[in-house]
């Protein structure tokens, strides 16, 4: 049973708009997450995370959504540029309360695609 | 170095063999993760390390994976009588500090590219 889910293998967007990244979660012990950013033959990259106290975290051009009780979380990219084309991974994690495991439940990853 | 570093980049071994995977995490960094990652797949969690302590080792797929950092620095992931589907790309990640309210992210290496022929 997959926890996290990107359910959009892919994405295109062209440049100058914006890329909105979607993710949803099961567990409910989840409280804190992040997102990152890969490119082939490279490790991941992290971008920007949230706890869940929180409903939105800004970082420049990206702003992570959560939304507890949707048990969902966006990450939109505004503007987007063709450096930001990569394969985004939504990740969560039970360690904001100290009480869980502090490993990432990964999803699938969204390929996206800015396109010049 | 700055950032995670992990060698070999890539690894190629017959089934059967054993190999030896190294990651050296930031300078500082007292939790270190390993995760395997397949080919279309998000990494998934085998181990976790806080100083030299192995606190989690759940989602190590069997008794042929063995995973130590006893410094509390450099970690091994050791594989032994490696089978096909061992094949993955295996990515280590550290991080400064994890406890309650106290969060720091996972910051990662590039991995090993794992190959059994």
């Known amino acids: 049973d997959q926890q996290v889910k990107q359910n959009s293998p892919s994405l295109s967007v062209q440049e100058g708009r914006i890329s909105i990244l979607n993710c949803d979660y099961t567990?409910?012990?989840?409280?804190?997450f992040l997102w990152y950013k890969k490119y082939p033959a490279e490790g991941p990259t992290f971008l920007i995370s949230?706890?869940?106290?929180?409903d939105k975290n800004e970082d420049g051009r990206f702003t992570v959504f959560l939304n507890k009780s949707a048990k969902h979380l966006s990450l939109h990219i505004v503007p987007s540029q063709p450096g930001d084309s990569a394969v985004y991974f939504c990740?969560?994690?039970?360690?904001?309360?100290?009480?869980?495991?502090?490993?990432?439940?990964f999803g699938k990853g969204t390929k996206l695609s800015v396109i010049p | 170095g700055a950032g995670v570093s992990q060698s070999p980049r890539y690894k190629v071994a017959k089934r059967g063999q054993d190999v030896a995977l190294r990651c050296d995490p930031i300078?500082?960094?007292?939790?270190l993760f390993w995760y395997q990652q397949a080919l279309g797949q998000g990494p998934e969690f085998l181990t976790y390390?806080?100083?030299?302590?192995?606190?989690?080792k759940s989602g190590l797929p069997s008794d042929r994976f063995f995973a130590e950092r006893p410094e509390g620095s450099v970690s091994t992931l050791k594989i032994q009588r490696t089978q096909q589907e061992d094949s993955a790309v295996y990515l280590c990640?550290?991080?400064?500090?994890?406890?309650?309210?106290?969060?720091?992210?996972?910051?990662f290496g590039d991995g090993t590219r794992l190959s059994i022929l």
């Open positions: 990640a550290s991080s400064s500090r994890l406890g309650q309210g106290i969060i720091q992210p996972q910051h």
């Open positions: 567990n409910s012990m989840f409280d804190y």
């Open positions: 949230i706890s869940s106290i929180k």
């Open positions: 990740a969560a994690s039970s360690a904001y309360s100290g009480a869980g495991s502090y490993q990432l439940t």
């Open positions: 300078s500082g960094h007292v939790s």
């Open positions: 390390f806080q100083n030299e302590a192995q606190l989690d």
